[in-house]
């Protein structure tokens, strides 16, 4: 003989509690039980952050060798790499919280990260265009084009801007020469400018244009001596080409706000910081390294907005004490555990089938309530 029971043709609200209590416990379960999971090319990056670290512990040993004194105010962390307010060869004005945040090996795994993205390999030729603005990040890319064994072609501007490699006697381009000696890097410069506004350093007193001159003679460079921002311009391209021979130019590494690298003001906001697969859309009434390079189909990477780039891989604005490497999420971020997911999901989903279809709320509380009670119960077998 088959027993018979009343089914209720609605869920309870007694139910749709437990149903409402149970999706918030597994959404909780789920943001809590978060998992540390590695990014792309974790070795590579690993590896150029602390070829990063060493070069710059070396330039702070040389630095205090040749001056002792670094400003614990301008340089909470002492890394020696954040140069004067103003000195005979500064540019023009520079922000010193990026300059804070731009002494930190990790920005080598960030370099190495938007070079993978660019689609760079090994043995590939690749680009560079630096200033002594950043000097921290002309060594993070130096150690980041290393560890990936790229073929680097680098020309500098010797000037840099406020509170960047501004001292005549230990300009970027020295810093370079000493880390080739001591063998921490084996990339140099091909060529260096004057840098500065048309590459000329047009607003440094004639005594700094000197002492620009002394210095990429006393370095060994090739000397860019333009008389026109055009000029400049036509120059680079062609030491570019001539260093990269018959191989084709992989990608772009512009460092900083060099003007013959990203043209004027519009130039500069016209390409985003980080990778730029290419040239920015509508019109651009500019030339510049860059655009030459995007309208070729080069990727370019933009590494300007210091704070921005930082915020984006997690990595510590202004750090009190230098940053060790391996530390950010470049390398590793939060994630969720899918199977705990999954299962949360399905937990979720068989309760609901279970109250709504399998009459689990009846026979659980079968006595409880119901919403629109008034409707009449209909049998089940």
Known sequence: MRKLYWRPR????????????????????VEKFLVRERQPDYAEK??????????????KAERLRRNPAIDPEADPAGSGLIGALM??????????????TSANPNFAAVVVDLLKKAGVKEGDTVAIGL???????????????????????????????????????FLWIDMERVLVERQVFSTRSVAASRGGIEDRALGIPREGRKLLDEAIERDGLRAIKPKTY?????????????????APIKAYVNVGGGTTSVGTRVGRRAFKPGLNVAA??????????????????????HLVQIDELAQRYGLPLQPTKMPAAGQGKVYSKEAYRRSFAAASIALILGAMIGFARLDWGFRLFGGAPRRGGSAPPEPKA
């Open 10 to 29: 609605r869920v309870s609200r007694l139910e749709l509690l437990v149903l409402a209590l149970l999706a918030v416990g597994c959404l909780v379960a």
């Open 46 to 59: 690993i590896a150029a952050a602390r070829l990063a670290a060493r070069a710059m512990e070396a330039v």
């Open 87 to 100: 000195s005979p060869v500064t540019t023009n004005h520079g922000s010193l919280p990026a300059k804070q």
């Open 131 to 169: 200033s002594g603005s950043f000097p921290a990040i002309n060594l993070c890319v130096y150690a980041a084009v290393e560890t990936l064994k790229l073929r680097p072609i680098a020309i500098s501007g010797a000037s840099g801007s406020q509170f960047g490699a501004n001292d005549p006697d």
């Open 230 to 246: 055009a000029e400049s311009l036509d120059a680079r391209m062609a030491i570019y080409r001539e260093a990269a021979g018959a």
């Open 280 to 301: 920015p859309r509508g019109p651009l009434d500019v030339d510049s390294v860059m655009v030459r390079f995007a309208r070729d189909g080069v990727p370019v990477l």
